[in-house]
C-alpha cells in the first residue's frame, strides 16, 4: 500500500490526546483533559507528570531542545531554545531534564520586545506561561528538532505583553457573558462558550534569486518602484486557474509539513493577483487558530526558500493589483456542540440565534472603530480602501433573507418565514442545489457567511489574535448588555424580544448589502452617521477613545496601561515602517536607479551625437533626462524629511510619515516607474513587475 500522507502523518509532531494516553498514566490523562476543558490553571504535581512525559516523548522523536514560543507585539513569533541537558553525570553521561515548573514558566529578558512604556515605569522582567489549551508540537527539520510550548508573555505586573494573554481573557469574557445570556435564553446545559476562527491566508511567492537583487523587497516586504507588467490580473485568469507544476510542488511540500504538525491545512488555490495564492485551514477555537495561523506563515516562509522561491506575506506586494488579507471566519458554539450562529430552518423562531446575531450587529456598530484599528497598520493601509479589499467603513452584510428578518425584528413586526430556494441549473442530471440564507459580497468588511462572520479587513501579515479579540470583546459586551436588560424583568420571553428590537433598531443602520468599493456608499456611510478612519493613523487614535477604554474595563480584556502600551507601540510601528520605506527608497534611487538611469542616459547622448537625425534617440534623451532631474529633485525632498523624521518619535512620527514621508515617496516613485519604462532593459538593475509575477512554471 502506497504512504498517504493525510492518513499516516497528520499530527505525528504533536503532543495530542492520543499521544498524551500514552505518555501520562490515566489519572493525570483525565486530569489533564479536565484543565483544558474547564479552562483551569496546571497545578504542580501534573505539571511535573506533564513535563516528564513532554520531555520523554520529545526525545524519543529526537528533539534535542525546548521553547516557549510566544507572539510579542512585534507582529512575529518569538522563541528561546534551551536543551534539555541539565548536567553530566561522573561517568561523563548526561543528564537531561525538564520540570513542571520549567513547562509552566519560564523568563525571557523582555528588554528587547516592545512594550509600550511598560516597562519603563515597570520592570524589565518578562514572564512565560504556558497555553495548555493549545497543543505542544516538534518543529523538525533539517536544522534540528525543538520542542516548542505555546505560551503567553506578561510583564513582572501583570501586564501582557503579547497577543495571546488578551485573547485567553477574551474567550473567558465573551463565554461567561454568553453562558448567562443563554440561561435567559432556556439553555441549562451550556457550561461553556466557545470562541472560534478560521483563517484564509494570502500570499505571493516569488522567484529567489530575483528577489535577492531587490533591496525594496529584501528590507520592506513590498515594491517601492516598479512599473506595472503590461499584463496585469484584468483577465481574470488566475482566480481558482490550475496550479503550475513549481507551485503545486511548493503546497505539497507546505501541507504535508503543516499534516505533521497537525494544522488541519484544507484548501489551496491560486488567488486573484498573478504569483497570489491562498491557503485555509479548517478552525479551531481562537487561541488555536492564532497559533496555528503564525506556524502556516513560518512554514510558508520556509519551504518557499528550499523550493528556491520566496513567500511575500506583506499586504501589498505589488501596486495596482490586489494586495493580501487574511478572513478571520469567526463563529461561536457551545459546549455540547451547537453553533450559535446558525440561523437554522426558521430563523424567525430561533429567538438564541436572534439575540446573537443581534449581539453581532450592535457591537460592530459600537465598536466600528476599534474593528477598524484592529486591522490597521502600515502596511494594511495601502490595501484598506483600494479597489480590492473592503473599504476603510466598518459595515456588516447579511443577504437578503437575514436583511429582512432584522427589518421586521427592529419594527417590532411578526418576522415571516422564508423558504429555502432551489437553484435550477437547467441541467436533469445535476443535484438540486439549495441556496444558501447569503448570497456572496467580496465588497464586504464584515460578512455573514451561513454560519459564522467572515471579517476580512485583517491585513496577510498580522496576527488574527487582535482581531478576535476585539470581536469577542465587543460582543461579549453586546451580551452583558442583553443579560444586564433581561435579568432585571420577570416577563423574560416579552424582555428578550424587547431588547432585539431596540437594540437592532439603534444600530442596524451598520448593515450594509451594497458595493462597498464605490463613491456613493462614502456618502451614504457619512449621512448614516457611519465613521470613516482612512488611515491607520486615525484608526490608532481611536484606540483613546472613552467608549474603548470602558469596553476593556468592564470586560477586563485590556487594563488602562496595557491599552495606552499598545496604542503607542503601534504608532511607533506606524511610523518605524514609514521610516525604513522611506530610506530605502533613498538608498535605491541614490545608489542604484539614478546612476543606472545616468548610465543609458549617456549612451542616448553618444547615440545622439552619432545619428543627430535619430527622433527616437533625440526625444528619449530628452524624456529621459527631465525624469531624472525629476526623480533626483523628489529624492532630495524624501532626504530632507528623512533627516526631519530621526528627529521625532511614536505620535508624531506616525503622524508625520502620513502626511510628508508617504507623499514624498509617491513623487520619487513616479518619475523612476516612467524611467523603467523608457531605460533599455539591460540597463535596469532590478527585476520587472513582469520578472517577478509571471515567473513559475
Ligand atoms: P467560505 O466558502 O464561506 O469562504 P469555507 O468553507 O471556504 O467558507 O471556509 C473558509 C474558512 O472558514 C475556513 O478556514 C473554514 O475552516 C472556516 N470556517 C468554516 N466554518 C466555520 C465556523 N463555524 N467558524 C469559524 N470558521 C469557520
Ligand atoms: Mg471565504
Known amino acids: 500500500m502506497e504512504n498517504n500522507y493525510l492518513k499516516d502523518e497528520f499530527g505525528c509532531l504533536v503532543f495530542n490526546d492520543a499521544t498524551a494516553k500514552r505518555y501520562l498514566d490515566e489519572d493525570s490523562f483525565r486530569a489533564l483533559k479536565e484543565v483544558k476543558e474547564k479552562r483551569i490553571a496546571l497545578d504542580g504535581p501534573l505539571a511535573e507528570k506533564l513535563a516528564v512525559a513532554l520531555k520523554t516523548w520529545a526525545l524519543d522523536n529526537g528533539a534535542t531542545h525546548y521553547t516557549h514560543w510566544f507572539q510579542p507585539l512585534n507582529g512575529l513569533t518569538a522563541e528561546?531554545?534551551?536543551?534539555?541537558?541539565?548536567?553530566?553525570?561522573?561517568?561523563?553521561?548526561?543528564?537531561?531534564?525538564?520540570?513542571?515548573?520549567?513547562?509552566?514558566?519560564?523568563?525571557?529578558d523582555a528588554s528587547s520586545f516592545p512594550s509600550g512604556g511598560?516597562?519603563?515605569?515597570?520592570?524589565?522582567?518578562?514572564?512565560?506561561?504556558?497555553?495548555?489549551?493549545?497543543?505542544?508540537?516538534?518543529?523538525?527539520?533539517?536544522?534540528?528538532?525543538?520542542?516548542?510550548?505555546?505560551?503567553?508573555?506578561?510583564?513582572?505586573?501583570?501586564?501582557?505583553?503579547?497577543?495571546?494573554?488578551?485573547?485567553?481573557?477574551?474567550?473567558?469574557?465573551?463565554?461567561?457573558?454568553?453562558?448567562?445570556?443563554?440561561?435567559?435564553l432556556g439553555d441549562e446545559q451550556t457550561d461553556r462558550v466557545i470562541a472560534y476562527a478560521g483563517a484564509e491566508q494570502e500570499y505571493f511567492l516569488i522567484d529567489g534569486q530575483r528577489f535577492a537583487k531587490r533591496k525594496d523587497l529584501a528590507y520592506t516586504g513590498r515594491t517601492l518602484v516598479g512599473a506595472s507588467a503590461p499584463k496585469g490580473q484584468e483577465l481574470e485568469d488566475h482566480y481558482f486557474g490550475p496550479i503550475?507544476?513549481?507551485?503545486?510542488?511548493?503546497?505539497?511540500?507546505?501541507?504535508?509539513?503543516?499534516?505533521?504538525?497537525?494544522?488541519?491545512?484544507?484548501?489551496?488555490?491560486?488567488?486573484?493577483?498573478?504569483?497570489?495564492?491562498?491557503?485555509?485551514?479548517?478552525?479551531?477555537?481562537?487561541?488555536?487558530?492564532?497559533?496555528?495561523?503564525?506556524?502556516?506563515?513560518?512554514?510558508?516562509?520556509?519551504?518557499?526558500?528550499?523550493?528556491?522561491?520566496?513567500?511575500?506575506?506583506?499586504?501589498?506586494?505589488?501596486?495596482?493589483?490586489?494586495?493580501?488579507?487574511?478572513?478571520?471566519?469567526?463563529?461561536?458554539?457551545?459546549?455540547?456542540?451547537?453553533?450559535?450562529?446558525?440561523?437554522?430552518?426558521?430563523?424567525?423562531?430561533?429567538?438564541?440565534?436572534?439575540?446573537?446575531?443581534?449581539?453581532?450587529?450592535?457591537?460592530?456598530?459600537?465598536?466600528?472603530?476599534?474593528?477598524?484599528?484592529?486591522?490597521?497598520?502600515?502596511?494594511?493601509?495601502?490595501?484598506l480602501g483600494g479597489d480590492e479589499a473592503p473599504p476603510a467603513i466598518v459595515s456588516i452584510f447579511l443577504g437578503q433573507d437575514l436583511e429582512l428578518l432584522v427589518e421586521r425584528l427592529s419594527e417590532g413586526k411578526d418576522p415571516t418565514h422564508n423558504d429555502r430556494s432551489i437553484i435550477d441549473t437547467g441541467a436533469k442530471t445535476l443535484p438540486i442545489l439549495y441556496k444558501d440564507n447569503t448570497d456572496r459580497n467580496r465588497t464586504s468588511p464584515f460578512a455573514f457567511t451561513g454560519n459564522k462572520f467572515e471579517f476580512r479587513?485583517?491585513?496577510?501579515?498580522?496576527?488574527?489574535?487582535?482581531?478576535?479579540?476585539?470581536?469577542?470583546?465587543?460582543?461579549?459586551?453586546?451580551?452583558?448588555?442583553?443579560?444586564?436588560?433581561?435579568?432585571?424583568?420577570?416577563?423574560?420571553?416579552?424582555?428578550?424580544?424587547?431588547?432585539?428590537?431596540?437594540?437592532?433598531?439603534?444600530?442596524?443602520?451598520?448593515?450594509?448589502?451594497?458595493?462597498?468599493?464605490?463613491?456613493?456608499?462614502?456618502?451614504?456611510?457619512?449621512?448614516?452617521?457611519?465613521?470613516e478612519l482612512k488611515t491607520a493613523v486615525e484608526a490608532i487614535e481611536a484606540l483613546g477613545s472613552e467608549s474603548v477604554k470602558e469596553l476593556y474595563r468592564a470586560s477586563h480584556v485590556l487594563s488602562e496601561s496595557e491599552l495606552t502600551s499598545r496604542q503607542e507601540i503601534k504608532f511607533a510601528n506606524y511610523g518605524s515602517a514609514a521610516?525604513?520605506?522611506?530610506?530605502?527608497?533613498?538608498?535605491?534611487?541614490?545608489?542604484?536607479?539614478?546612476?543606472?538611469?545616468?548610465?543609458?542616459?549617456?549612451?542616448?547622448?553618444?547615440?545622439?551625437?552619432?545619428?543627430?537625425?535619430?527622433?527616437?534617440?533625440?526625444?528619449?534623451?530628452?524624456?529621459?533626462?527631465?525624469?531624472?532631474?525629476e526623480a533626483f529633485e523628489a529624492v532630495i525632498a524624501l532626504d530632507v524629511d528623512i533627516a526631519k523624521a530621526k528627529g521625532l518619535k511614536?505620535?508624531?512620527?506616525?503622524?508625520?510619515?502620513?502626511?510628508?514621508?508617504?507623499?514624498?515617496?509617491?513623487?520619487?516613485?513616479?518619475?523612476?516607474?516612467?524611467?523603467e519604462c523608457l531605460v533599455d532593459k539591460s540597463y535596469w538593475p532590478i527585476p520587472s513587475y513582469g520578472d517577478l509575477l509571471f515567473h513559475t512554471n
Open 118 to 184: 511598560l516597562r519603563a515605569t515597570f520592570e524589565a522582567r518578562g514572564y512565560t506561561a504556558y497555553d495548555c489549551t493549545s497543543p505542544a508540537f516538534l518543529y523538525k527539520d533539517e536544522n534540528g528538532c525543538v520542542l516548542f510550548l505555546p505560551t503567553a508573555f506578561c510583564s513582572y505586573t501583570n501586564e501582557a505583553l503579547d497577543e495571546k494573554t488578551p485573547l485567553l481573557r477574551s474567550m473567558d469574557y465573551l463565554s461567561e457573558q454568553a453562558v448567562r445570556s443563554l440561561r435567559l
Open 457 to 531: 479587513m485583517v491585513g496577510s501579515n498580522q496576527n488574527i489574535s487582535e482581531s478576535s479579540t476585539v470581536i469577542n470583546t465587543a460582543v461579549g459586551y453586546e451580551l452583558s448588555k442583553f443579560a444586564d436588560f433581561v435579568e432585571k424583568r420577570t416577563d423574560k420571553e416579552a424582555a428578550i424580544k424587547e431588547w432585539i428590537q431596540k437594540t437592532l433598531r439603534a444600530h442596524r443602520r451598520i448593515i450594509f448589502s451594497g458595493d462597498g468599493y464605490s463613491e456613493q456608499w462614502r456618502e451614504e456611510a457619512k449621512n448614516r452617521g457611519l465613521t
Open 244 to 383: 503550475r507544476t513549481q507551485v503545486a510542488s511548493f503546497m505539497n511540500d507546505v501541507n504535508r509539513t503543516l499534516w505533521r504538525l497537525g494544522v488541519p491545512a484544507r484548501t489551496e488555490h491560486n488567488e486573484v493577483a498573478p504569483s497570489q495564492h491562498e491557503l485555509a485551514p479548517i478552525y479551531a477555537p481562537c487561541n488555536i487558530a492564532a497559533d496555528q495561523n503564525q506556524l502556516i506563515m513560518l512554514v510558508l516562509k520556509r519551504t518557499a526558500k528550499r523550493h528556491g522561491l520566496v513567500c511575500l506575506l506583506d499586504e501589498k506586494p505589488f501596486a495596482q493589483i490586489n494586495g493580501s488579507g487574511k478572513h478571520n471566519n469567526w463563529s461561536i458554539g457551545t459546549d455540547k456542540g451547537v453553533n450559535l450562529l446558525k440561523p437554522g430552518k426558521e430563523p424567525e423562531n430561533n429567538l438564541i440565534f436572534q439575540v446573537f446575531l443581534t449581539a453581532v450587529v450592535a457591537s460592530a456598530d459600537e465598536f466600528a472603530p476599534l474593528l477598524r484599528e484592529c486591522s490597521a497598520s502600515y502596511a494594511n493601509d495601502f490595501r
Open 579 to 629: 521610516l525604513i520605506d522611506a530610506k530605502t527608497l533613498s538608498h535605491m534611487a541614490h545608489k542604484s536607479l539614478l546612476p543606472a538611469a545616468n548610465r543609458y542616459l549617456t549612451l542616448l547622448v553618444k547615440e545622439t551625437e552619432q545619428y543627430t537625425g535619430s527622433t527616437y534617440a533625440n526625444k528619449t534623451l530628452e524624456e529621459v533626462s527631465k525624469l531624472i532631474d
Open 650 to 675: 511614536g505620535h508624531e512620527l506616525a503622524f508625520f510619515s502620513r502626511d510628508s514621508l508617504l507623499m514624498d515617496m509617491k513623487k520619487v516613485r513616479s518619475p523612476l516607474d516612467k524611467l
Open 80 to 108: 528561546k531554545h534551551d536543551s534539555f541537558l541539565s548536567g553530566v553525570e561522573d561517568d561523563g553521561s548526561p543528564i537531561l531534564s525538564f520540570s513542571g515548573k520549567e513547562l509552566i514558566k519560564s523568563e525571557p
